[in-house]
Each structure stands twice: as structure tokens, then as C-alpha cells.
């Protein structure tokens, strides 16, 4: 699977409940084909004490959404776009932006 997202990028949400949401992407999970986004698919977890003094309580935390509902956001002109790869002058192999064809960092 390419990295066509990754870490640290800003998406937008395609489809779901949070559609057209964007955020930032926290994590990939490369093995299952899924990225979980900040404040994106937000699901309620119950904790159970585990000991006498702590307490149970609700958690809130994002989960996991597939990679294909999401599309990443151009930096430079802050619209969503598709990825291409090109090699650069020194042949290293870069992200391109399908709509500008400008390199993404």
C-alpha cells in the first residue's frame, strides 16, 4: 500500500456520519487500510475501575475510518485534491498534488 497519506496530514472526511469534516490524521494502520483522524468518528468507551480508588468512567476517543473516505487537503491552496508520486531532480520519489502538480511536504 502506498503513502498517499500519511501522519501528521490534513483530510477531509468523503463519507459517513463526518462527512466533511477535516483534521488532522493522528495515525495510519497500514495493515488494515484505515487512518484515525482528530475529532473524526468519535466513539464512547465504558472503563471499569480497575482499582478501589480509581472511579469508572466514559471515555470519548476517535476510531479507526477506512482510508478510502478520506482525501488530503492541499496545503497550498487549502482544497482537497488527489495524490500522485514523481521523482524529483535528486530521484527521490515525492507526493504531488493532482490538481496544482505542486510537490507536498
Do not use: C, W, Y
Not at 494502520?29 to 466514559?58: C, D, F, P, T
Not at 471515555?59 to 487549502?78: C, H, K, Q, Y
Amino acid at each position: 500500500m502506498s503513502a498517499r497519506i500519511k501522519s501528521g496530514d490534513r483530510v477531509v472526511v468523503l463519507s459517513g456520519k463526518d462527512r466533511g469534516a477535516r483534521g488532522l490524521v493522528r495515525q495510519v494502520i497500514r495493515k488494515h487500510g484505515r487512518v484515525i483522524v482528530e475529532g473524526v468518528n468519535l466513539i464512547k468507551r465504558h472503563q471499569r475501575a480497575r482499582s478501589q480508588n480509581e472511579q469508572s468512567q466514559i471515555i470519548e476517543r476517535e476510531a479507526p475510518i477506512d482510508l478510502s473516505n478520506v482525501m488530503l487537503i492541499d496545503p497550498n491552496t487549502d482544497e482537497p485534491t488527489r495524490v500522485g508520486f514523481q521523482r524529483n531532480s535528486e530521484g527521490v520519489t515525492v507526493r504531488v498534488s493532482k490538481k496544482t502538480g505542486e510537490v507536498i511536504e
